[in-house]
């Protein structure tokens, strides 16, 4: 038996399961391999990423020596390089993050999306197919997405698990998209699928393109803050550790087939969220109360911008007891204290240091 | 010094609860979980109420090198509390193996580990399911311990032996056991609560999900049941009394006050309440209306038990001070805030 072979057995006798998790150095990804990695300890971990801009394996440095845990850097839209993975290591369960996720940027280049998104999806798909051959007990896709491909909703109302789809953003398209392959896959070859659409997640790790660590940063640095339109648009807010329980629980104990929500019960207006920040970042930051909102600019609104999301999760609280646990201003509190004492982190992913991070951790390996 | 207590099973439920009573009477405390059925934030949530999070340590009890390594690494441990384990009655009918497996393997692990480093003192997390359909109420701690009907029921009973039968043959070693009716309520701060994964099998989870619309209807198992409105009684005690029980029962085992080196005590109101009155103090302290519905009868469900806590009021100084009413407030300003409404 050659040395890959030597491997790829000790591998499969030492773990009760094998567990692909694709993009595991971004923002979320990274929250929910921390969990399983240190939750279940039976299982072996492998995060396959591509690091983009938006995945940094620094975000992982604190289970990256755990004998359970593999990097293995990964384009999803390599369709070979993603079969000789799941050959290699016959995995049991995926849980699939990787995609492009900044709606701005699906804007500006949509092209990536749908090669990310929906090709690199159905790549993962294809090669769960052939290395499972029909034999699907004790296995799960798992695919995670987003409430954005429901569309925009009016001042009431709350996006279910029946709710049409209606993606307005090449982004949230590419991703209604990916979950359309995911449940053909499910209904067409039988394959054990699960998906999840979540709202807006927030905490520490997430790549400062977003609205609160943008913000968080830019207070920090005396920046502008920009606000789009008049700031009325309404998001749910997710805390990512409150995802990652649910992800767990939904890898765990979902129906194959089943569609789950996820939310935070927690909606804000963009501009009562940034004045909120501003108030905690006065405090943190020992300046005068009032002092950081002074920041705030106005800025004109993006194209096609949803004015509200929001999504009821008590399907999933009540097959699963799940919960989200802190409270907004905590959380929030929390991800602001994470940014003020992870600086470095913040400059590194900023400046691109994170790719000097991922040589000095992986050339040579 | 600071006396250095372990609390297994501690991001638990009772566990939290008593994490937080441990550290208030100035214990230092680690806790260990393996998380099956709880979030590492937890410890947190204890943090933001004593202002010291105590340290957590995620590891399988079960895992016998790794329990014997946490103990070589931590030294000085005045006694283990020990509460992880599986404890869903229904499931436990399903799981037989996977309940005895890992109710018993983590306790006699504890207890190698209490006999190989020195640990003199253990108290453990039983319950009021011992007695089964007692024939005299309340029960007392000599009424006779009845076949379980359930296997996690049966954990609890062999639980107890283990511990009896190993400090028999262990000088040194001192263990209580507590037997604990039905806790209910949550933490006054509203951070730490109950929890359950999937559909709640106790009462007030269910009462508080229901009445915050995640369930259509609470169902009330018979009305046929040989008391005064034919439902179901039970013994319920806030959460954050039971966790105070554990305390004194720490300090005492600490300080040589047992008795003998193995003692039992029951931990109740000395009060029943039937299903349908709790479900009415509910509804009298939230003015929330209940939507609950009577079916027959689940099986396994025994008609009427409360509590003789007589012992524990005299010889551990404990007594419930939370009434029924104050449990469940706590209990629903609990819920309201897990599951804070949307717009």
């Known amino acids: 038996m050659g040395e890959e072979g030597q491997k790829k057995n000790k591998v499969i006798m030492t773990y009760k399961k094998t567990?692909?998790?694709?993009?595991?150095?971004?923002?979320?990804?990274?929250?929910?391999?921390?969990?399983?990695?240190?939750?279940?300890?039976?299982?072996?971990?492998?995060?396959?990423?591509?690091?983009?801009?938006?995945?940094?394996?620094?975000?992982l440095s604190d289970i990256d020596k755990s004998n359970n845990y593999l990097f293995e850097k990964t384009d999803i839209v390599d369709k070979k390089a993603v079969l000789a993975l799941f050959q290699k290591y016959s995995f049991d369960g995926v849980i699939h993050l990787a995609a492009e996720s900044h709606v701005d940027r699906s804007i500006t280049g949509p092209d990536e999306f749908v090669?990310?998104?929906?090709?690199?999806?159905?790549?993962?798909?294809?090669?769960?197919?052939?290395?499972?051959?029909?034999?699907?007990?004790?296995?799960?896709?798992?695919?995670?997405?987003?409430?954005?491909?429901?569309?925009?909703?009016?001042?009431s109302g709350l996006f279910t698990e029946e709710t049409a789809y209606d993606p307005k953003s090449p982004y949230s398209a590419s991703k209604a998209s990916s979950d359309h392959m995911v449940r053909a896959y499910n209904h067409t070859f039988g394959i054990p699928a699960v998906i999840s659409n979540c709202s807006?997640?927030?905490?520490?790790?997430?790549?400062?393109?977003?609205?609160?660590?943008?913000?968080?940063?830019?207070?920090?640095?005396?920046?502008?803050?920009?606000?789009?339109?008049?700031?009325?648009?309404?998001?749910?807010?997710?805390?990512?550790?409150?995802?990652?329980?649910?992800?767990?629980?939904?890898?765990?104990?979902?129906?194959?087939?089943?569609?789950?929500?996820?939310?935070?019960?927690?909606?804000?207006?963009?501009?009562?969220?940034?004045?909120?920040?501003?108030?905690?970042?006065?405090?943190?930051l020992g300046?005068?109360?009032?002092?950081?909102?002074?920041?705030?600019?106005?800025?004109?609104?993006?194209?096609?911008?949803?004015?509200?999301?929001?999504?009821?999760?008590?399907?999933?609280?009540?097959?699963?007891?799940?919960?989200?646990?802190?409270r907004f201003e905590e959380g929030l509190e929390k991800t602001v204290e994470w940014y003020l004492s992870n600086g470095k982190w913040l400059e590194n992913v900023l400046s691109g240091d994170y790719e000097k991070y991922y040589d000095s951790m992986y050339s040579g390996r | 010094m600071k006396k250095k207590i372990v609390v297994t099973g501690g991001t638990g439920y009772i566990g939290s609860h008593t994490a937080v009573e441990l550290m208030n009477e100035g214990y230092e405390v680690i806790l260990i979980d393996n998380l099956y059925n709880s979030e590492a934030g937890v410890a947190d949530r204890i943090g933001d109420i004593t202002g010291k999070k105590p340290r957590l340590e995620i590891f399988d009890l079960c895992k016998r090198k790794k329990v014997n390594s946490f103990f070589k690494e931590n030294k000085n441990i005045s006694a283990i509390i020990h509460f992880a384990a599986y404890k869903a009655v229904g499931e436990s009918v399903n799981k037989p193996l996977e309940y005895y497996r890992n109710n018993l393997v983590s306790l006699m692990n504890l207890l190698d580990a209490m006999k190989e480093f020195n640990i003199p003192a253990m108290v453990f997390s039983s319950s009021c399911t011992v007695y089964g359909q007692p024939e005299k109420l309340p029960v007392n701690e000599e009424a006779p311990i009845q076949p379980a009907v359930s296997p996690y029921g049966n954990t609890k009973q062999i639980g107890e032996e283990i511990i009896r039968d190993t400090l028999a043959a262990c000088k040194g070693l001192n263990a209580i056991s507590l037997r604990y009716f039905n806790p209910i309520g949550a933490h006054p701060s509203g951070l730490i609560g109950e929890l359950p994964r999937g559909v709640p099998e106790n009462l007030v989870p269910f009462i508080t999900q229901t009445a915050m619309g995640l369930r259509d209807e609470l169902k009330v198992f018979g009305n046929d049941y040989d008391t005064p409105d034919g439902s179901c009684i039970r013994d319920y005690l806030h959460v954050v009394d039971l966790a105070k029980a554990h305390v004194i029962a720490v300090k005492r085992l600490i300080e040589g006050k047992n008795k003998k080196n193995y003692?039992?005590?029951?931990?109740?109101?000395?009060?029943?309440?039937?299903?349908?009155?709790?479900?009415?103090?509910?509804?009298?302290?939230?003015?929330?209306?209940?939507?609950?519905?009577?079916?027959?009868?689940?099986?396994?469900?025994?008609?009427?038990?409360?509590?003789?806590?007589?012992?524990?009021?005299?010889?551990?100084g404990w007594k419930t001070v939370n009434t029924l009413d104050d449990s469940m407030k706590s209990a629903w300003e609990w819920e309201k805030k897990v599951r804070k409404k949307t717009k």
């Open chain 1, 19 to 59: 567990l692909l998790i694709t993009g595991a150095a971004g923002f979320i990804g990274s929250h929910v391999a921390r969990r399983f990695v240190k939750n279940y300890p039976g299982y072996l971990v492998v995060n396959a990423d591509k690091l983009t801009y938006a995945g940094n394996l620094e975000n």
């Open chain 1, 115 to 155: 090669f990310t998104n929906i090709v690199g999806t159905v790549n993962l798909l294809n090669a769960a197919l052939s290395i499972w051959q029909n034999k699907f007990e004790g296995k799960l896709f798992y695919h995670i997405s987003t409430d954005e491909v429901f569309g925009s909703l009016g001042s």
């Open chain 1, 200 to 284: 807006n997640n927030y905490g520490p790790n997430q790549f400062p393109e977003k609205l609160i660590p943008l913000a968080i940063n830019n207070i920090r640095n005396n920046k502008p803050v920009p606000v789009y339109g008049k700031g009325e648009n309404i998001r749910d807010w997710l805390y990512v550790e409150d995802h990652a329980s649910a992800i767990d629980l939904i890898f765990h104990r979902g129906k194959p087939g089943e569609t789950y929500n996820i939310g935070g019960n927690n909606e804000w207006k963009n501009i009562d969220l940034i004045k909120l920040l501003c108030k905690i970042m006065d405090k943190k």
């Open chain 1, 287 to 326: 300046r005068e109360p009032g002092d950081s909102e002074k920041l705030i600019t106005y800025v004109k609104d993006r194209p096609g911008h949803d004015l509200r999301y929001a999504i009821d999760s008590s399907k999933l609280q009540k097959e699963m007891g799940w919960a989200p646990i802190p």
């Open chain 2, 263 to 316: 003692e039992v005590f029951n931990l109740g109101t000395g009060k029943g309440v039937s299903v349908l009155e709790a479900i009415k103090s509910f509804e009298r302290v939230t003015g929330t209306k209940l939507n609950y519905r009577i079916t027959g009868r689940r099986a396994g469900d025994i008609e009427k038990i409360w509590a003789d806590a007589a012992y524990a009021n005299k010889e551990l």
